[in-house]
């Protein structure tokens, strides 16, 4: 059963300490997504990548945040330092191209900063 | 404006109820739409897709979708217990350029079917 895999599932961390996702894609999948969810905002996208290649990072707070996809098994979502207002869930997301293919969910990774 | 958005609810319906899911998109290059379902402290799951105007009907569930409106609905038939949770629309631009394939959800809606 294919699925995507994210890690840490859980993280408890400090104001100012760096943190680091990771996703692997579902194989095949060449389209690689990052959603963050809270209560407020609802699902927001923060990036995506297609053939590992960023094509919209618009959500994404430019000061703190970097993604990357250093090969085409692995995507990364580093916050750098993080703050209280960065706790939330994220997603990691994969598809194969567009249109009606279908996107399909990672776990999640719940991140608390304190 | 929000690309999707989402009538707010929460909607509390009945079991065995219809229940009706609404939402509008901003964005006339949008092409596919998905209706995922969410429960609490999970990940979103696929429950239909849709990207042609009309109908399509899959068990209890119906996807409506008018393009000329910009809106998109979902018809939960006979609701149960266990329909229960946030279900979040999606649309994807698929027009082509640098948002090719990008896919944005609406705020979602709380639905809860009490016995």
């Known amino acids: 059963d294919a699925r995507v895999t994210q890690t840490p599932r859980h993280k408890v961390t400090e104001m100012g300490q760096e943190v680091t996702m990771r996703c692997q894609p579902i194989l095949g999948h060449n389209t690689v997504f990052w959603y963050r969810q809270t209560m407020m905002q609802g699902l927001e996208l923060l990036a995506y990548?297609?053939?590992?290649?960023?094509?919209?990072d618009s959500g994404m707070p430019k000061d703190r945040f970097s993604a990357e996809m250093p090969d085409a098994t692995l995507a990364t979502l580093k916050i750098q330092p993080s703050e209280p207002r960065d706790s939330a869930v994220y997603f990691c997301?994969?598809?194969?191209?567009?249109?009606?293919?279908?996107?399909?969910f990672g776990a999640g990774s719940r991140l608390t900063v304190l | 404006q929000k690309e999707v958005e989402q009538n707010s609810g929460p909607l509390s319906v009945p079991e065995g109820a219809i229940a009706s899911l609404n939402c509008t998109y901003s964005d006339r290059g949008s092409q596919s739409f998905f209706w995922y379902r969410q429960y609490s402290g999970k990940s979103p799951e696929l429950i239909m897709f849709?990207?042609?105007?009309g109908d399509k009907e899959d068990g209890r569930f119906t996807a409506q979708l008018n393009k000329a409106s910009q809106y998109v609905s979902l018809l939960i038939r006979d609701s149960q217990p266990s329909d229960s949770a946030t279900y979040l629309c999606?649309?994807?631009?698929?027009?082509?350029?640098?948002?090719?394939?990008?896919?944005?959800f609406g705020q979602g809606t709380i639905l809860t079917v009490h016995p």
């Open positions: 997301a994969s598809r194969r191209g567009a249109g009606a293919n279908v996107l399909t």
């Open positions: 999606a649309g994807d631009t698929n027009a082509g350029g640098t948002s090719y394939g990008k896919l944005t």
């Open positions: 990548f297609r053939n590992r290649a960023p094509l919209d």
């Open positions: 849709i990207y042609s105007n």
